[in-house]
């Protein structure tokens, strides 16, 4: 399982938001645990998720997992035996440009 510097971002963006801008800690903890956990679990079932409809660029196709109110986009490499989550981005956003 590989984690870019942004989906590590992302969590910690999401998380803080909870925590500062709502004043809910816990609740923050909880979804970040949760986060990861979601995560984790790609390792087993990786491409029992969707591909993103909205990405035609990628080389290998794009997936996503939504968690609550995010998606979380990565890549499964058949190859290498490796799955690399890009990003961690707000549902209401619009499609990232880059990934």
Request: hydrophobic letters at 45%; a neutral charge; charged letters at 25%.
């Amino acid at each position: 399982m590989i984690l870019t510097a942004e989906a590590k971002t992302g969590l910690l963006e999401a998380a803080n938001y909870i925590r500062f801008a709502k004043g809910e800690p816990l609740s923050a903890d909880r979804w970040l645990a949760g986060a990861h956990k979601a995560i984790a679990s790609l390792q087993e079932l990786p491409k029992a998720h969707p591909v993103v409809r909205e990405d035609v660029r990628s080389a290998l196709p794009l997936r996503h997992l939504v968690y609550h109110t995010h998606r979380i986009f990565f890549t499964v490499d058949d190859d290498r035996l490796a799955v690399t989550v890009l990003r961690v981005h707000h549902s209401a956003q619009s499609f990232p440009e880059e990934l």
